[in-house]
């Protein structure tokens, strides 16, 4: 009768460790299952000036979200985005940047917008680790080597940017007489110089310049100060609503050189601001025409950005967050066994070549940008900027 309690009591025991077992490895496989959170913060500008900049930006960031989530590109990892307005002022992007590292804690910054907040934002980042993935900028300083270990860039250099702008120029027009218009900080100062140097390789130097200081659109002493030296072209390194005022204000007073605009001051949002008017205005770009049937990345993005905002119009700003947000996703992707940010910024160290929807991003131990690419728009009669190959007045190829 012992025999018999103890054999049952030998039983029992270990039909409860079998079933602990079970439960226990149950638990260990849904734990090891359940997808790791990846939450990217972005403090920029959506409100101010360059407000529309920050919105669609942020819109793409989270069309490549969504489509990743739906379509579990990392099926071991859910993206999520937080992000904060900082109305493109250094004092607020700090704050916001520390409170995304601290607070939300974040996995990497992505999409800052513009030079001066991420001058701001880059040593915050820097301190705690965090990638800071691209930055809506061609700054050169976050090309340089004290940026390199953290900063990820996406897109061309403004020097780029500027150089394709002055080439054009001299090549096809044979345009020397060049005046510039910049905003009155760390961005427009540096922009500049830039233009001075595209400008020295021709033995040439701008003819007039003019500033404005930044959130404001107070251009015209500016306009006229240019305009006294009747240049043919005026660059222009600001953002897109004192950028469309000078532009207008310059056509009320007779004065109607060519103007160009970096890529930063946003197609859609300087068309919007300069409404109907016959001006001859173009503008570089970092992408290929999102409008692309023969691109699947702009393929992908317009289905992305119906889904995520239906009705909402396409444009280069939000093809570049989308772009951005699909090159980020893709570094998770190659750390899916380890999904930490040492190793996303791994992935940019190189030499590597990322291929997002058939467009080629390559990074290198001294490169940390992904694309040199460059490409000229103009703006058309029906208010849309489209593809060009040349800068004569009114004509587009």
């Known amino acids: 009768m012992i025999l018999m309690h103890g054999f049952h009591a030998i039983k029992i025991l270990v039909i409860l460790m079998v079933t602990f077992t079970l439960v226990s490895g149950d638990t260990i496989r849904a734990q090891t299952e359940r997808p790791t959170i990846v939450r990217f913060g972005q403090s920029a500008a959506f409100t101010g000036p360059a407000g529309e900049i920050g919105k669609e930006f942020r819109l793409g960031i989270e ?3 969504l489509e990743a989530n739906t379509k579990k590109t990392v099926p071991r990892a859910r993206f999520s985005l937080v992000y904060y307005d900082d109305g493109y002022e250094p004092d607020r992007a700090i704050q916001n940047t520390r409170r995304l590292i601290q607070d939300n804690k974040v996995f990497a910054l992505i999409g800052g917008v513009g030079t001066p907040t991420s001058r701001a934002a880059l040593p915050i980042a820097v301190e705690a680790n ?3 993935i691209a930055p809506f900028t061609g700054a050169d300083f976050l090309r340089q080597a004290g940026a390199a270990r953290h900063a990820v860039n996406f897109r061309a250099s403004y020097r780029q940017e500027i150089n394709e702008m002055v080439d054009r120029m001299f090549d096809e ?3 020397s007489r060049i005046g510039v218009l910049y905003q009155n900080d760390s961005f427009g100062k540096t922009g500049f110089e830039d233009v001075k140097a595209s400008l020295s390789r021709y033995g040439l130097a701008p003819v007039a310049s003019g500033s404005y200081e930044r959130n404001t659109t107070a251009v015209k002493t ?3 100060d240019i305009s006294l030296a009747e240049p043919e072209a005026v660059i222009v390194i600001g953002a897109y609503k004192p950028a469309a005022a000078a532009i207008k204000w310059s056509h009320e007073i007779g004065f109607d050189p060519l103007f160009f605009n970096i890529s930063f001051i946003g197609s859609q949002a ?3 601001e300069l409404g109907k008017g016959d001006y001859d205005v173009f503008m570089t770009q970092i992408l290929p025409d999102y409008r692309s049937d023969d691109l699947q990345l702009a393929k992908d993005y317009r289905q992305s950005l119906e889904e995520v905002w239906p009705g909402s119009i396409p444009n280069y700003v939000s093809f570049e967050g989308y772009a951005a947000g699909r090159m980020a996703i893709a570094a998770v992707a190659r750390c899916e066994d380890n999904i930490q940010p040492a190793c996303v910024l791994k992935q940019f160290s190189g030499p ?7 467009l080629e991003l390559s990074f290198g131990p001294d490169d940390n940008q992904g694309s040199d690419r460059v490409y000229l728009t103009v703006l058309d009669p029906n208010g849309e900027f489209m593809p060009t190959n ?3 007045k009114g004509q587009m190829q």
């Open 352 to 358: 590597t070549i990322f291929d997002i929807g058939g």
């Open 173 to 175: 027009r044979l345009i």
């Open 390 to 392: 040349t800068v004569a």
């Open 270 to 272: 300087l068309q919007r």
């Open 130 to 132: 965090v990638p800071f």
């Open 222 to 224: 500016a306009v006229i």
């Open 63 to 65: 069309a490549a979200i």
